[in-house]
């Protein structure tokens, strides 16, 4: 959802955009963006589909939405064949949407792009940052760079992930609050525009340069 | 969350029951439990600790709670490893709280295991649904059997995820509502069986028998 919007913000905001969804685990940018009936185009590589402004790429093009169980070599093949097949164009960002945690996606593309930047994005919950905390760990011992952490579906305020962020030496980027018109807004990116969730996008853009 | 508080539950029935953390993608069911310095005994095997009454066994035995991400084959050795070696006794049950989505160890699982049957866990997402569909597709093409679909995370009732489970030939178990007292209970048994959620997975089990 994150990734998603952000897209769509940069975009918004004149910049040219990429959106590769890598999230094996469950890829969801096609949902949340509405797109159909939009494929890539096969000319000297792949050409991604224009998709409300972006470059749209997604591991579903692959698996046709179909249960795809990759297995990690496959995974690591399939991130390798779209990473090397795919004409982008002049992208100024391209966002790539990743599985949860660490797993082969995430050590592949810290492997194959060399310009990588990470945005950790977590919810209030202790379980959930204990994962978080071991992503970042190994991004710093990886000496990866990391924009910061920010915290979803904040239900009421608390310190817990700003406090450890900083124990992390991560940036706290802010706090994204749980909007219930969000599932509403699936599959319509005007809808999308116009929700608290994507207001607090535009903020952390605007923070983040 | 429903793992572990689904294993207490059987244990307090008066069940044998172990409980075994193969979440690569966020273990936390040690943080859920409030499971610390207690460590497995090799004897001619791993026999896991007893902690609140169950045999307990997890991978962050194997990684110690640092970043450890596992490639796909790796996740394929510490499973058959910790299935090899483990001497959980006679168990009228084994909870095995799985990763999301359709990866390595739910493919290693179902290869594994003879006796496996899945408890499909979504929230009323129609993003989490969309991953969850794919796993439930995947079981029924395999042949494996699935008690039905656990709806957690309810803010406000809707009968997108019942609908759908019926679509996909699947039970639906019924829904689990959003608790904010959940946070606090973390790390301490005794509070989270006074939970809401608690209550709801104590109706659960009495449903699935």
Same mark, same amino acid.
Not at 45 to 69: K, N, V
Not at 145 to 156: A, R, Y
Not at 188 to 209: A, H, M, N, P, R
């Given at each position: ?81 779209? !990473?090397?097949?795919? %004409? ?13 945690? *660490?797993? #082969?996606? @995430? ?74 018109? !969000?599932?509403?807004? %699936? ?13 607090? *996008?535009? #903020?952390? @853009?605007?923070?983040?340069?």
């Amino acid at each position: 959802m994150v990734a998603s919007a952000l897209a769509i913000r940069l975009k918004e905001k004149g910049h040219s955009v990429g959106l590769l969804d890598l999230d094996f685990t469950s890829p969801s940018s096609h949902v949340i963006l509405g797109i159909e009936g939009l494929y890539p185009e096969e000319e000297y590589g792949i050409i991604p589909p224009l998709a409300h402004g972006l470059r749209y790429m997604s591991i579903t093009y692959y698996s046709q939405d179909e249960p795809a169980p990759l297995r990690g070599a496959d995974t690591s093949n399939a991130i390798i064949e779209i !990473l090397a097949v795919t %004409l982008w164009g002049n992208l100024d960002y391209l966002i790539v949407d990743m599985p949860p945690g *660490i797993g #082969d996606a @995430t050590l592949d593309m810290i492997r194959l792009i060399k310009r990588i930047l990470f945005l950790v994005v977590s919810t209030p919950s202790k379980v959930a940052y204990e994962t978080v905390r071991k992503q970042i760990k190994l991004l710093h011992e990886l000496d990866i760079s990391t924009i910061g952490v920010v915290e979803n579906m904040v239900m009421k305020p608390t310190t817990y992930v700003s406090e450890r962020a900083g124990e992390d030496n991560t940036a706290y980027l802010g706090a994204i609050n749980y909007d219930p018109t !969000l599932e509403d807004a %699936l599959g319509c990116v005007e809808l999308l525009k116009k929700t608290e969730f994507y207001g607090s *996008i535009v #903020d952390l @853009t605007e923070k983040v340069g």
